[in-house]
């Protein structure tokens, strides 16, 4: 696991210092080493995290004559295989990294037949010394990031944004169009980021830049079709795909460890797994609490387990940290949890598992249709299923105007089209909350539904509501929200986070699964459950999904946090951006109890803590080593 950066700029004279202070800039994805290419306008470096061939992987690395050469954040779990096929082909290899087959499978097969061959996750860039091409690539699923600024002649790429701020021609700019749908989303929400100019290449989307034009492809996206398999047979293949991966993404010269919560998708992959060390993490209240559940069943594999206590204290330090390390603004409260779990994991491994991802392949959101408790509720919405879709639509629009009872909303998003309802897993402010809350000139940006109907058009074709909101939350809520943080959280603590589930060859199983095997009257991610009870006791399987749940309503109302964020909401900045008065009223609310806008107050704390790191600090790394507490007992 590493870091990349690069630019081509013909205004730079020197370049080794420019490269170097980029490097620096993320130190943290790769603190065992580093290198560089400098060669005519353009400037390549690496950050490393040894994983695999610790002794001879440094990068860039080059091909035979060394007329190409490759930069890689991420890992080929596949690499083994596809390196005998490359050797048997004629090519000559000088160390044993998955890097390495990049180079000559791009050599041999081109950029898409190399991306047919390879399971992994990944951004790569090989640059042709002859040609002065580059071509990169990101990762199927988007796991691992890759950005770009091509400007006035200055072209820049990279695996975070903030080394971009190092290059002496790259404009610093706040995109102002982000700053709105942010707030319905809680995370940014588009390809330019909160930085004018600066974008993210899509997930399943390679590039290339030749005499200096950039041009982006598409070479991959999930395809839901589903199949007529029993649902005996589709739970055996869940169960072997998994574990096929697990496997995979276990390959490591150094320890690997998984983090562990009280939920199936963690719990499945460390049952599966089953390595040595796993972790979890509480905070100092008795709010929500998974620590225990986590330790009995670390308990019942055999495995070790820690768990880290987290205060209130240090998760407030902690935030100008956290927002550094993502770049932009992400409001979602996990992003707190996960810094400190792998802040804990990194004192005995440097790779660590995960269950990201679970939830979007195989339908494990409430907001899929599960939200009633009631059992005849739930048998009701699956027989409206069944309705031909002019009635059951015409029946949603009729639950829509109806007064609420116990279970209206889980029978009108059983049967009302995803596009009428659905925008992905988080929504904190309506649209029209958020024009009223921002002042004028941030009004201005792209509307959320223009925004998820990038993903609804690719989908018009589905019969199935669930595979539409699947798809949509793949390449919304996941792509730039839950894997986002997962990496930035894993990589600001130096830790390789793997996500056995964002498997290409597990996704061709999710895939083909029907609706009901998933989502039914019995519980969500269905299928997956009665799989998982091959590797866990079945409390387990069953057990509701919390995510990782962060008090911040408690948090909010103790003096001291309160004081914290009045202090943030009424500084001058902050009135450049919002209508100051609402914004201190919803918070005056939270803490005295009067409403419950916790999510709201926390998603506008989030945007100024990150906009005063990156604009009014200039983007320096705040001066703060927030602490993960060990129970003595527990050590």
Known sequence: ???????????????????????????????????ELLEGDTALGFRRLSIIDINSGMQPIYNEDKSKAVIFNGEIYNYQDVRKELK????????????????????EWGIEGLLKKI?????????????GDITGARDFFGIKPLYYYNREGTFIFGSEIKSFLKEPNFKMELNKAALKPYLTFQYSAMNETFFKNVFKIPEGHFFTFKNGKLSIKKYWDME???????????????????????EEHAISDVPVGSLLSSGVDSSYVTAILKPQHTYSIDFDTSTYEEGTAAKELADKLGLENTRGIVTKEEAIKSLPLIQYYMDEPDANPSCVPLYFLTKLASRDVTVILSGEGADELFAGYANYGFHSHSKAIRVVAEDLKKLPKGVKYKL????????????????????????????????????????????????????VHDIVMRSYNKVRDYNDEVKKMQYLDIHQFMANDIILKADRMSMANSMELRVPFLDKEVAKVAAGVPTKYLLNSKDSKYALRVAAERALPSEWAKREKLGFPVPIRDWIKTKEVYEDFRKLFSADFAGEFFDQDAILKMLDGCYRGENDDRRKVWTIYTFLIWYKVYFIDGGKKPDVDPQVLVPEDEK
């Not at 870091?3 to 994805?29: C, L, Q, S, Y």
């Not at 048997?88 to 390495?100: L, P, Q």
């Not at 199949?227 to 096929?244: A, G, P, Q």
Request: proline share 3%.
């Open 88 to 107: 048997k082909a004629g090519h000559i290899f000088t160390t044993d990294t998955d890097t390495e087959v990049l180079l000559h499978g791009f050599e």
């Open 119 to 131: 399971r992994g996750m990944f951004a790569f860039v090989i640059y042709d010394l002859k040609t």
């Open 224 to 246: 839901f079709k589903e199949n007529n398999l029993s649902f005996e047979e589709t739970v055996k293949r869940i169960d072997k795909s998994l574990r096929d991966s697990v």
């Open 396 to 447: 949603a629009h009729g639950l829509k105007k109806m007064p609420n009872f116990p279970g209206r909303l889980h029978l009108y998003e059983s049967t009302a089209k995803a596009e009428e309802f659905f925008i992905g897993q988080a929504k904190i402010f309506t649209e029209k909350e958020a024009a009223d809350l921002v002042k004028p000139e941030f009004e201005k940006s792209r509307s």
């Open 1 to 35: 696991m590493c870091g990349i950066v690069g630019f081509v700029d013909k205004n730079i004279a020197d370049k080794k210092p420019v490269i170097e202070a980029m490097m620096d800039t993320i130190k943290h994805r790769g603190p065992n080493s580093s290198g």
